[in-house]
């Protein structure tokens, strides 16, 4: 093999791009996104079961995976970047860089109880609770902040249900119209944070592939303006 074809293939190998999408409410305006900027997949996404989307005349390709996974691709290097809700970033607190905000998929953290109980003694009545969540770190930093100690139970899906079955006194759940709540007789009482969807990025990525990472980092930023 000629050196002028290794020193090509080099190239052709730093400039190429993995990016991480998460499944679910984000992916469709994710790949919308990056279409706009150029980068366009080959596949209709309502028909293809592909888990792997080819961007061929973007030196770019695409995995479509679960949104608590996209984290760990980027930080670990199988992606170099990756578009994941901020309530994900802050539970899983993984060392990527995050340039942006993309201002989609908002959505709030929010404190429910059931709606036909009163509240014990306010806010420091939470000191006595049992808290169910899928974000037991989330949860854990914001009552030691309010300097209250409470039991956090762990839980990956139905968490409505929770305090209807004795199981829990609250929830502290991520919500988007909160019509969920209120379907199930629960009512926001604290509102912990907000979450968007952010742009994540390796950080040995951003130092080898700088200038085709920042290219994009750029693009994407004129896009969401």
């Known amino acids: 093999m000629k050196k002028s074809e290794v020193r090509s293939q080099k190239s052709e190998s730093k ?3 993995t990016i991480a999408l998460p499944k679910g409410k984000l992916l469709e305006p994710s790949i919308k996104l990056f ?6 997949i080959k596949e209709d996404l309502k028909k293809t079961r592909r888990l792997i989307l080819d961007a061929p005349r973007s030196n770019v390709k695409f995995l479509i995976i679960r949104a608590t996974d ?6 670990y290097g199988a992606a170099d970047i990756g578009i994941v809700g901020k ?5 899983q ?18 404190i429910a109880k059931p709606e036909k109980e009163k509240l014990l003694g306010g806010k420091e009545g939470l000191s006595k609770l049992r ?29 409505e249900l929770a305090p209807l079955t004795g199981l829990s006194d609250r929830i502290l759940d ?28 390796n950080r040995a990525s951003m130092k080898i592939k700088y200038k085709r990472v920042k290219e994009i980092i750029e693009a994407v930023k004129k896009a969401v303006q």
């Open 87 to 91: 309530d994900i970033l802050m539970e």
């Open 174 to 201: 991520l919500i988007s119209t909160g019509q969920t709540l209120k379907d199930n007789g629960l009512e926001v009482v604290e509102r912990v944070s907000e979450s968007t969807a952010r742009l994540i990025v």
């Open 131 to 159: 808290i169910a969540t899928k974000y037991p770190n989330i949860a854990e930093r914001y009552f030691s902040q309010k300097g209250l100690q409470v039991e956090i139970i762990k839980l990956y899906g139905s968490i």
């Open 70 to 75: 996209v984290p760990t691709y980027v930080e």
């Open 15 to 17: 400039d190429y791009l």
């Open 35 to 40: 279409s706009k900027i150029g980068i366009k």
């Open 93 to 110: 607190g993984k060392d990527v860089y995050e340039p942006l905000d993309l201002k989609y998929g908002y959505c709030q953290i929010v």
